[in-house]
């Protein structure tokens, strides 16, 4: 994306838009402090997802700084609870809290609009985690790793092994199309 002078990033307004137009909620934009002494505009919003006609209604709250490279997604209510002896897989967590893992790192951007990528993966993610529960296997996409090898902060997944080749975002593929169209 950063690379890509054809792919802007959407601001924080075109997020809450697309999620205003597509999803029920309420959509708060708040300015808050960020790492250089500055201000910055964080989108939040909660909404409630229904995985199954037989499961319970999950309260997930997803949070966007401008400028970071992902959405914090994490379910407020009721508790994610693994069951005795059981670890949450497709977490990051640390002490006090537990973010759901939606995607590899370099597979969502700026770039990307929230309402039609992260909130559907977020709801994908739920009806997954209630097979886990049911029957101990995780059903859905990703990468397994051990749990010691992702950090704390939940920041950046650090992958056992390098992807070939990175991933690119659909707005990227479509900006490259024009350009050789062009040609």
């Known amino acids: 994306m950063a690379d890509d002078p054809l792919v802007k990033p959407l601001t924080v307004w075109q997020h809450t838009f697309g999620i205003m137009a597509s999803w029920p909620g309420k959509v708060r934009i708040a300015q808050v ?6 201000v910055t505009d964080e989108l939040r919003w909660e909404a409630e997802f229904t995985p199954t006609k037989l499961s319970c209604t999950y309260t997930v709250r997803f949070t ?18 693994p069951g005795a002896g059981k670890q949450l897989p ?8 537990r973010w759901l893992c939606l995607h590899l790192e370099g597979q969502w951007d ?13 709801a994908e993610w739920l009806f997954h985690y209630e097979l886990w529960l ?5 059903t859905g996409s990703g990468e397994r790793y051990e749990r010691d090898v992702r950090p704390i ?9 390098p992807r070939a080749a990175p991933l ?8 490259e ?4 169209s062009r040609r």
């Open 110 to 122: 700026q770039t990307m609009a929230i309402a039609t990528t992260v909130v559907p993966w977020a």
């Open 177 to 180: 199309r024009r350009a050789s």
């Open 90 to 97: 497709h977490v990051y967590e640390d002490s006090t809290q």
């Open 33 to 38: 402090p960020d790492n250089g002494g500055g």
């Open 168 to 175: 690119k975002s659909r707005a990227r593929r479509r900006a």
């Open 134 to 138: 049911a029957t101990g296997e995780w």
């Open 64 to 81: 966007y700084k401008v400028g970071d490279p992902i959405v914090w997604v994490q379910v407020v209510d009721p508790v994610l609870d």
């Open 153 to 161: 902060d939940g920041r950046r997944l650090r992958r056992p092994a």
